[in-house]
């Protein structure tokens, strides 16, 4: 196997000093009838040995930026670095994609549908060795829970075991670092928290690096160290997840992590509060309380279970909060708005 840290491009020096995967400058446009940059000037860092979760809305350039990482995508400026080295891309390899990494690709492209979940899996390691070829692939099928599966035909498969062959079929080979886009929209909700659970057991035992992408940050808030923030092509905000929410540099953070109440200053102003930036009160940072002379009316209940949204205004905006479903007051209600805590940013709406 290549080693991870081994030189492609002839003319390359390992640069010293940075993360596992280093980015600089990146920037990716795709020319067509308008050239759309799909990732627009990046640098990031991400540390080997952790779950990154590369996270924002559609089309925010979270798929380009993985590709970048993988070296699927030639960047049209700046670069990718792997332990130092540059990261091949197709006028480097025959074959794309770095050596030491693997990507599951979004909707199982990789799986084989009418052959066997063991085939689809031991196909990837050669015939030299067969009483290793049988060992690792029961073993891979253990950690990922399939070992039951073995004998069925993927297409007869949920979308939840699909993803964990496709897991399987990626770590059979022990790649340094797993890319995964969107690994769990085709997981039932109710499967989802098991395998991000058994991803978190991997990389604990085995060292695995693992960048995801996702569109859902809530589905990935407990599993990843860290998070990059992406909006149109940008990264807007980097760190660990509890800093992101309690301290996001963006508004864009704050909505996509906390579901957050954005207002201008003036809007604020309604709140009693006075600040001359934008700010953000997260749903759960909100207490009302019934009072019939408010101008304050809770418009609509949200039922959520253990708590309800209720979505409050007056004239002027409108909030969402969190409340327990204890007491609940009905639609309609006046009610004083208390607001326990907001954040400010020093960017425009
Ligand atoms: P995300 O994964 O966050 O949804 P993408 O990286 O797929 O975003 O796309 C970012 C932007 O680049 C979007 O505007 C998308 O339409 C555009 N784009 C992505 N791939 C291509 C492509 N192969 N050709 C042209 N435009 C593309
Ligand atoms: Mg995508």
Redesign the pocket.
Known sequence: MATSSCQYIPTDTQKLGVAAIHGENLTSIFTGKEDVTAVDNVSFDIEENKITAIIGE?GSG??TLLKLIYGLLEPNEGEVRYKGWLVPTRKDKLIPGHDAMKMVS?GFDDLNLYAKVWDNIASQLPNTNLDYKQSRTAEILKKLRIDHLAQHRVADLSGGERQRVAIARALINDPEVLLM??PFNQVDAAFRDGLQQDIKQIVMETGLTVIL?SHDPAEVLAMADALIVMRNGKIVDAGNPKDLYFRPKHHYTAILLAKSNILSPKQALILNIQQEDSVAIHQEWINVKENRNSTFKILDIKFRGFYSEYVLGNKEISLHAIVKTETPLPIGTGVDIDILNFISFPVQL
């Open positions: 559609s979270k798929s979004q886009d969107e992408v």
